[in-house]
């Protein structure tokens, strides 16, 4: 599974991004897909994650009533709605693959694919 992540910029506190994630070799409906972020000096973190098949949503208490994952089946594209940004949420936001979830699905190690990281900056 290949996972291209983009959408990625600069936007002022309060503002909004929205972040794509298109996935080849694999189907996002068949598979966990999820956005971690890591920001300078700091541990990768989770954010957000949308289960398969029916669609389960997880977010990270940080982010909640904030972001929202969301999937496009037709497009094999999943998003991450991003609003009320604050300068906290600065970081290299990186779109995440597995095959299943369990109870280790909020930490990095339990992914098997990702993708190549945007960056978001939050400016105050």
């Known amino acids: 599974v290949q996972l291209q992540a983009y959408g990625g910029g600069l936007v002022q506190a309060g503002g909004s991004l929205r972040l794509s994630c298109a996935a080849s070799?694999?189907?996002?409906?068949?598979?966990?897909m999820g956005w971690f972020r890591q920001a300078p000096q700091k541990e990768r973190e989770f954010v957000a994650a949308?289960?398969?098949?029916?669609?389960?949503?997880y977010y990270a208490d940080s982010v909640k009533g904030r972001f929202t994952i969301s999937r496009d089946n037709a497009e094999n594209t999943v998003y991450l709605q991003m609003n009320g940004l604050k300068p906290d949420d600065t970081a290299v936001y990186y779109c995440?693959?597995?095959?299943?979830?369990?109870?280790?699905?909020?930490?990095?190690?339990?992914?098997?694919?990702w993708g190549q990281g945007t960056q978001v900056t939050v400016s105050s």
């Open positions: 995440v693959a597995d095959r299943s979830w369990g109870t280790r699905s909020t930490q990095p190690g339990a992914y098997d694919y």
């Open positions: 070799g694999g189907t996002v409906r068949r598979l966990v």
């Open positions: 949308i289960t398969k098949d029916i669609g389960r949503k």
